[in-house]
């Protein structure tokens, strides 16, 4: 017989990753936690909210792979990444949290976001 894991909270995860695992929360004013903020708010925006870059739309892949094609392409990703992030938060945003530990010769990061807004939810509870 298979056994299915009880399913968790993201906050029962968080929670479990400081209390049991030894990860402390990052503060939002670090450098490293607003760099991943900003990157992983703008690729949420870009996979589920695109509309509201209003008509940049997604790049066309090159049909050659040259220099000139390829740069071409960067370029109107960097454009639209740029647009991402210049959404005003009160349209778009996200619940970032970044957890850290660190040992002598490591250190690993979790990052967590909580609104479950953009995830599918199951409607099943992992039985059948």
């Known amino acids: ?3 299915v894991a009880d399913s968790r909270s993201v906050d029962e995860v968080a929670d479990y990753v400081v209390r049991e695992l030894g990860y402390t929360e990052v503060s939002p004013s670090d450098e490293s936690y ?3 903020y900003s990157n992983m708010r703008a690729s949420f925006l870009l996979q589920y ?3 509201l870059l209003e008509d ?3 790049p066309q892949r090159p049909q050659q792979w040259d220099e000139k094609s390829v740069m ?3 370029k109107q ?3 639209r990444t740029e647009a991402a992030r210049a959404v005003p938060k009160a349209e778009f945003d996200i619940d970032f ?3 850290r530990k660190t040992g002598r010769e490591f250190q690993m990061s979790i990052s967590i976001e909580k609104i479950v807004l953009y995830v599918p939810q199951d409607s099943t509870n992992g039985t059948s």
């Open 97 to 99: 949290h970044l957890y």
């Open 77 to 79: 990703i960097e454009q």
């Open 56 to 58: 940049l739309t997604e």
């Open 34 to 36: 607003q760099t991943e």
């Open 72 to 74: 071409e392409f960067m």
């Open 1 to 3: 017989m298979d056994e």
């Open 49 to 51: 909210r695109p509309e």
